[in-house]
């Protein structure tokens, strides 16, 4: 056994970088009077201050004593300790009278900066390093650095041991007796590479924090329920967790201070107060973050419920851009915000949509306000869950619109209510008509999204079909409108010369009518070629005047350019809301034949009168209102550019109106 006195290692000297002439001040008076002390006048002062109540010392020794035995039993051998302390060794006498101990004490308490006890030391590390109410007398600026040098004094495998003040969400400076002291955010400053076992309630006065290298990336926090097993991992913790445990330690010292401004003036009444609505923020942070943590329970139900309607949509009308799905959940993605248009009323507004639904995500994608696209191919993970409350709480969202619904969905609805409560508003848009419910999971998902209104889970629900709410009260009485892309005026051809080419950007199915719009695209005059992004092939039986050219998926950068190279879109389809074909052909100058689509006062607008057909079934309305088009195109271009123009301003300041009054009804 090798008991070695105390060691006082002389201080280094003053620190390049200056400091706050505040801290230096208090730095020096917080540690002035224990300078040049000896081992025995620290006892004295010990029992000095046990007999007038503070019963501090024992304590703080008996665990101490309980740490370094429970490493001589990992090592199985002698155990070499540093201690670092304000003056000669506050528990010298104590560590070094214990069997198998070697132990070493450095006074840190006339150093401005870090002391480099590594190199006082010939570079040697040793098995444990601790301290005893050290550092609460450090700016926290000085902890980081700190703290990466006292990892250095300790040797593979080893321990740091800090038994100092009761661990804060950030740092603040004590008042009163231990004026000139500090809390500090011990959890945030574990260095990368290092496990922090954090101990609340070991000692009455004093946290304990025992860092350890670890064998992974990053950072990983555990509770120290016992100091005899300091190096136990079976009780994990989250560092939002422990932000929570923090508070109210906060809290109290916050009340404490607050009679500080008595005697310290306007100054510091504004400091208090400042700290006071940080410590708010911090509380209701803390808060939203421990229920996010609590909801595995509530998930796994979640899915259990979700087992009774259909497992995904059926496939979109246009595949996805972004297949494969990289990542279940992105947020702000340039395919969602390129063509956005910009409206500061919509800085706390986030979309939230999906990303393998080519037009609702195109229509998302169009509106101001933040963009969040899900997938709904595969379920969400607890990472992802935590990335959509992330998102909203660094961007300060106020309200979430839902475009379109899924499970997935459904999901995110239950979480940012159970996180953020009535604090964030939650609304729908169903982007599809009653004709859909032939589908199963159309008509589930719709009367899904009624049972959520009802029972308060959303704050809205919102249609881009008219007239909807005959169906149900639950609905939004009012039509909202898609918005077109906004573009660059450099691609927009209003005024360009014809190309007498059309363009049908549609899949072949019964309800988009492809047939009835190639038939009478490729059969009138003016037309020379007709693109279309379906498979075609042309029958002798049909006598058409203009070649089809399919072109196949296209990105939505390539859809535009097609867009650009066209005279005339059609989309005259069987069952139609708000066609995303017909407000990205209207923002490039290009207008788009479709069917009636009951837009209220926006039927009345020239520029609808000109595109609409009656009759979707009749080709002869199709040729009438497509020569219509060319004609006017043709005979008056400005009248035509003016009219698109005149419709696109209208359209956009009514499309954004209706959205505001639906998220704030």
């Known amino acids: 056994m090798q008991n070695n006195p105390s060691q006082r290692i002389a201080p280094a000297g003053e620190p390049d970088t200056p400091r706050p ?12 009077h224990r300078q040049g002390a000896s081992g025995n006048s620290y006892r004295e002062l010990i029992r000095a201050r046990e007999e007038h109540g503070n ?39 104590s560590v070094a009278a214990l069997e198998h101990v070697r132990y070493q004490g450095q006074d840190v308490s006339g150093v401005v900066g870090v002391p480099d006890a590594l190199a006082a030391l010939g570079g040697r590390p040793l098995d444990v390093v601790l301290t005893v109410s050290v550092l609460s007398h450090l700016p926290p600026e000085r902890l980081p650095a700190l703290l990466e040098t006292l990892g250095k004094l300790v040797r593979p495998g ?44 070991l000692l009455d006065s004093h946290d304990v924090y025992v860092f350890k290298r670890n064998q992974v990336t990053g950072r990983r926090y555990f509770r120290l329920a016992s100091v005899e097993q300091p190096r136990d991992e079976g009780q994990p913790v989250t560092l939002d967790a422990l932000h929570l445990q923090s508070l109210p330690r906060l809290r109290a010292w916050t009340e404490q201070v607050g009679q500080a401004p008595r005697d310290g003036g306007s100054e510091a009444e504004s400091r208090v107060a400042e700290l006071s609505q940080r410590l708010d923020v911090e509380v209701q942070r803390s808060t939203r973050r421990q229920r996010l943590l609590a909801l595995s329970d509530d998930l796994a139900q979640l899915r259990a419920e979700k087992a009774e309607t259909p497992k995904s949509k059926p496939a979109p009308s246009h595949p996805s851009e972004s297949k494969p799905v990289p990542e279940a959940v992105v947020i702000d993605a340039p395919l969602d915000t ?13 979309h939230i949509f999906h990303q393998e639904w080519y037009g609702i995500r195109a229509a998302a994608g169009y509106t101001p306000g933040h963009k969040l696209g899900i997938t709904a191919d595969r379920p969400l993970s607890a990472a992802d869950h935590r990335r959509i409350v992330e998102t909203c709480e660094t961007f300060g969202i106020r309200s979430v619109v839902f475009q379109g619904f899924s499970n997935n969905a459904l999901e995110v609805v239950h979480l940012l209510r159970r996180v953020f409560g009535s604090s964030i508003k939650l609304f729908n848009v169903w982007h599809g008509s009653t004709s859909q419910f032939h589908f199963e999971f159309e008509l589930e998902t719709f009367t899904r999204l009624l049972a959520l209104k009802a029972g308060g889970a959303l704050d809205g629900v919102a249609c881009v079909k008219p007239e ?7 609905i939004y009485q009012g039509l909202l409108l898609n918005l077109p892309p906004r573009v660059e005026a450099a691609h927009q ?45 042309a029958r002798p039986e049909f006598p058409l005047r203009s070649p089809v050219i399919s072109v196949g ?20 389809t069987l069952v139609e809301c708000q066609p995303m074909t017909a407000l990205e052909g209207l923002t490039h100058g290009v207008a788009c034949l479709t069917g009636p689509l009951t837009l209220g ?59 505001l009054e639906f998220t704030q009804s």
């Open 21 to 32: 002439q505040q801290s230096q001040t208090d730095e020096a008076e917080s540690t002035r």
């Open 338 to 350: 390129a063509w956005a248009h910009v409206d500061a009323r919509f800085d706390r507004v986030l």
């Open 493 to 537: 051809r209003h005024r360009a010369p014809p190309t007498r080419t059309a363009f049908i950007p549609t899949p072949n199915n019964w309800w988009k009518n492809f047939y009835s719009n190639v038939l009478v695209a490729a059969s009138v005059p003016g037309i020379e070629r007709v693109f279309v992004t379906s498979p075609f092939t």
């Open 468 to 474: 909807m709410h005959h169906v149900s009260p639950h």
């Open 158 to 201: 080893g321990l740091l041991c800090l038994v100092e003040s009761p661990l804060v969400p950030f740092g603040v400076r004590e008042n009163g007796p231990g004026q000139g002291s500090w809390l500090h955010p011990y959890a945030d400053l574990v260095p990368d590479g290092w496990d922090l076992h954090y101990g609340s309630g």
């Open 55 to 93: 019963r501090v010392a024992g304590p703080q020794e008996l665990l101490l004593a309980a740490l370094i035995r429970a490493e001589q039993r990992v090592l199985g051998r002698p155990v070499e300790v540093l201690e670092l302390s304000g003056d000669f060794g506050s528990h010298a006498a």
């Open 553 to 572: 998926h296209l990105k939505r950068a390539e859809l535009f350019r097609v867009i650009r190279d066209s005279d005339v879109l059609l989309n005259v």
């Open 601 to 659: 006062p926006l039927d009345e607008h020239p520029l609808q009168k000109l595109v609409q057909v009656p009759g979707t079934g009749s080709l002869g309305l199709m040729r009438s209102a497509l020569a219509r088009v060319l004609e006017l195109r043709e005979r008056s271009t400005e009248e035509y550019a003016q009219m698109l123009e005149d419709y696109t301003r209208t359209l956009c300041a009514e499309a954004l109106n209706r959205y």
